[in-house]
């Protein structure tokens, strides 16, 4: 073999690892605040600009808990189709119930300590879910197709992992807050901070959006 060919033989060798494991997704973070204060079970979610770019995540199972008179975690972030359980964590009988909007009303009854109760969210939409014995308890299922999607933890900050080269719109949702729209971009292998600050308002809810499993 001759020297030119083994050099370009050792150039592909050398070559061809890299671009195999390069991955074409990149990372966008950053943090949510109001009024200079971090702000948590923030719902955060991007859609691609281009509707060909669109995907849908397969349904999950999820858990919310009944726990101190609270429901825990505050907001959980689903796929249409995805089962959500309710555990009573607590010594006293507890009731989950989504009030009728839209035809989308549900109650699973009264339930003791200790029960368990699931419901399947098949649609797309913001889900306020309440207790019946306790007025003060809500919660929020928050049912979304796209696979981009997180929750603010307590200190505002969130990460949307593997999210392909490419424009997308960010959105947020909150129950106390209104909805924040921002342009941002995924690069490969690159990772985006924001710094969100969100106003006061009504939220806007997600099943006005188009549906990724419908996109042309």
């Avoid at 505050?74 to 607590?90: K, L, M, Q």
């Avoid at 035809?103 to 098949?122: C, I, K, Q, W, Y």
């Avoid at 306790?134 to 929750?151: D, I, K, N, Q, S």
Wanted: proline letters at 7%.
């Amino acid at each position: 073999m001759s020297r030119r060919r083994m050099f370009a033989c050792l150039v592909l060798f050398s070559i061809a690892p890299i671009a195999a494991g390069s991955a074409q997704t990149g990372s966008i973070g950053g943090t949510i605040t109001a009024a200079g204060t971090a702000v948590a079970d923030v719902v955060v979610y991007l859609v691609p600009a281009a509707t060909s770019g669109r995907g849908a995540a397969a349904p999950v199972a999820a858990e919310m808990d009944q726990r101190a008179l609270h429901f825990i975690p505050h907001a959980i972030v689903v796929s249409p189709g995805s089962t959500v359980s309710f555990t009573n964590s607590d010594r006293v009988m507890h009731n989950v119930f989504h009030p009728p909007k839209g035809g989308s009303a549900f109650d699973l009854g009264l339930f003791g300590p200790g029960e368990r109760r699931s419901f399947v969210f098949d649609h797309e939409g913001a889900f306020v879910i309440f207790c019946h014995v306790h007025p003060e308890m809500v919660g929020y299922v928050v049912v979304l197709a796209t696979p981009w999607r997180a929750v603010t933890d307590d200190r505002g900050r969130f990460t949307l992992e593997n999210v392909p080269t490419g424009s997308y719109v960010l959105h947020t949702w909150s129950g106390k807050f209104a909805e924040h729209l921002q342009q941002v971009s995924a690069g490969s292998d690159q990772s985006a901070h924001l710094e969100i600050s969100l106003a006061r308002g009504v939220p806007v809810d997600p099943r006005a959006l188009p549906d990724p499993r419908r996109a042309p």
